[in-house]
C-alpha cells in the first residue's frame, strides 16, 4: 500500500488551542492535568483530576482562527452555536486542519472529500444533562436532541461545515478510536475512493456515570489527587491508572499524488497502519495481540525495527496495561528494545480516549518535523531497566520513522507507522 501525505492538522486540547499549543506544550513538559471545573455534579475522590478543554468558547476560537474566510467563519457558528461543546470543539480543529492544508479555496472536487469521525458514545454528558432537566417530563425536550444525541451528528456537522460530499462514516474502536479512523482512510485513498480524507476525533465529554464506573472499576488513578500534575504515571512504578483528558483533533489526509500535485503543504506521511483485534471482549491487554499489530504495521510500511527511531506509546499508566505495552515492545525489537525512544503524550494531555490515537498521530508527526521528542511525565522510577524511555526534558534529535500505538477495551489494537514529509 502506498504512503499517505499527511497535509493538515487541528487540535483543541488541555494544552490549548492549534497544533502549536500542543507541540509547545509537550516540548516544555507543561501538564494540562488538574482539578475540574466544568461538571454539574459532586464528584467522588476518583473522579476530580482530569485534563479538561478550559475556557473554550467558539466565537472566541473562531477569532483565533488564521485566514478563515467570512462564509465559513458564519457557517460555522450557524452550525455549532446551540451545538454541544463536543461539535463546537471538533468544529474548530476540523477548520484549523482544513486550513493548514490549504484546502481552503482550493477547488479540490467536494465529491472527492471524504469525513471519517473517530469514536462512539461522543455525547454522554450531553444526554446525562438532558435526562436530568427533562427526565421527570420529556413533553418539552429540545427536538434538536434528536439529531445530536447521535454519534454522526458529528459527521453531518463536518461534512456541512467543509462542503465535503465523498465518503464518510463514524468509526470507533474505543481507544483505539483516532487510530482505526485513520486505518480507514488510508485504505480509502489508496484504494482511489477520496483525493482528500478528513479525519475528525471529537472530545469524550464523559459524565459523572462513566468516570464513577471507571474508577470503580479500578481504571483511574489513586493517587496524587492533591497534586494533579503528579497523578498520571506512564512507565514508573507508581503509576495506579489513567487521567481522563479531553480534546478534539483532526487530520487531513491525501493522496501522495494528489497532495503534491496541487502543491499541499505535505508534513508528514502515514506509511503503514494495522488493527488487530484480541478475541477478548474484556479490558485485559494482550502482549501478543499488540506485537502483532506492531508488526503488521511495519510490514505493510515496508520497514524492520531497526528503521523506527521512536515509538508514541499508548502508556495509559495502568499497571497491567505499561507492563503489557514493554513485553510487546521487548518482543518486536528484541535485543535492540534499547535503540528505540518512547514517549507517552497521555502523561501530559491525559487519555483522550476515543481522540488519543488523532491527538498522539499529531504529536507524533510534529516531532518528526522539529525533531524533537517530548519528556516523559513523572518518570522517576521505571518500570523496566532496559527500554529507552525519553527522560524528563525534551531531547533534540533527528527522527526518521515512529511508531504510535492505541491500544482499546475489548481486545481492539491499532497502531500506524508515520514518517517526515519527503522532498
Not at 5 to 24: K, P, S
Not at 88 to 100: D, F, M, N, R
Not at 382 to 400: K, N
Request: aromatic share 6%; proline share 4%; hydrophobic share 45%.
Amino acid at each position: 500500500m502506498t504512503a499517505t501525505a499527511i497535509t493538515g492538522m487541528g487540535v483543541v486540547c488541555a494544552l490549548g488551542q492549534g497544533v502549536d499549543a500542543l507541540l509547545d506544550g509537550l516540548r516544555a513538559g507543561r501538564s494540562g492535568i488538574a482539578l475540574r471545573e466544568r461538571t454539574s455534579t459532586p464528584l467522588l475522590e476518583g473522579c476530580r483530576i482530569g485534563a479538561e478543554i478550559r475556557g473554550f468558547a467558539l466565537d472566541v476560537a473562531l477569532e483565533r482562527a488564521p485566514g478563515l474566510p467570512e462564509a465559513r467563519r458564519a457557517r460555522a457558528l450557524k452550525l455549532g452555536r446551540r451545538a454541544p461543546f463536543t461539535v463546537q470543539t471538533s468544529i474548530v480543529a476540523a477548520l484549523e486542519a482544513w486550513g493548514a492544508a490549504g484546502l481552503e479555496g482550493s477547488g479540490v472536487d467536494p465529491e472527492r472529500v471524504g469525513v471519517l469521525v473517530a469514536g462512539n458514545n461522543l455525547t454522554q454528558q450531553y444526554v446525562f444533562q438532558t435526562h436530568g432537566e427533562y427526565g421527570s417530563d420529556p413533553t418539552f425536550i429540545n427536538p434538536r436532541y434528536a439529531l445530536q444525541f447521535l454519534d454522526t451528528f458529528h459527521l453531518g456537522v463536518v461534512s456541512e461545515l467543509l462542503e465535503a460530499r465523498g465518503e464518510g462514516c463514524s468509526v470507533g474502536g474505543a481507544s483505539a478510536s483516532g487510530n482505526v479512523a485513520l486505518a480507514r482512510a488510508h485504505q480509502l485513498l489508496a484504494l482511489d475512493l477520496c483525493d482528500v480524507c478528513v479525519v475528525v476525533a471529537p472530545p469524550a465529554d464523559l459524565s459523572v456515570l462513566e468516570l464513577q464506573a471507571l474508577a470503580n472499576a479500578g481504571a483511574l488513578y489513586k493517587d496524587f489527587t492533591d497534586a494533579p500534575a503528579r497523578a498520571c504515571r506512564p512507565f514508573d512504578r507508581r503509576h495506579n491508572g489513567f487521567v481522563p483528558g479531553e480534546a478534539a483533533a483532526c487530520v487531513v489526509l491525501e493522496r501522495e499524488a494528489f497532495a503534491r500535485a496541487r502543491g499541499a503543504p505535505v508534513q508528514g506521511r502515514l506509511l503503514g497502519v494495522a488493527v488487530q483485534l484480541d478475541g477478548n471482549a474484556s479490558s485485559d491487554p494482550s502482549v501478543d495481540g499488540e506485537a502483532r499489530t506492531m508488526r503488521r504495521a511495519l510490514e505493510q510500511a515496508g520497514l524492520g525495527a531497526g528503521d523506527v527511531d521512536y515509538v508514541n506509546a499508548h502508556g495509559s499508566a495502568s499497571p497491567l496495561g505499561d507492563r503489557t505495552e514493554v513485553e510487546a515492545l521487548r518482543r518486536v525489537w528484541g535485543a535492540r528494545v534499547g535503540e528505540v525512544e518512547v514517549n507517552s503524550t497521555k502523561g501530559w494531555t491525559g487519555h483522550c480516549l476515543g481522540a488519543a490515537g488523532l491527538v498522539e498521530a499529531i504529536a507524533t508527526v510534529g516531532q518528526l518535523r522539529h525533531g524533537f521528542v517530548h519528556p516523559n511525565a513523572n518518570l522517576e522510577a521505571p518500570i523496566d531497566g532496559e527500554c529507552r524511555f525519553a527522560g524528563a526534558s525534551a531531547t533534540q534529535r533527528p527522527l526518521r520513522h515512529a511508531l504510535s500505538n492505541s491500544f482499546g477495551f475489548g481486545g481492539i489494537n491499532a497502531c500506524v507507522v508515520l514518517g517526515g514529509a519527503r522532498t
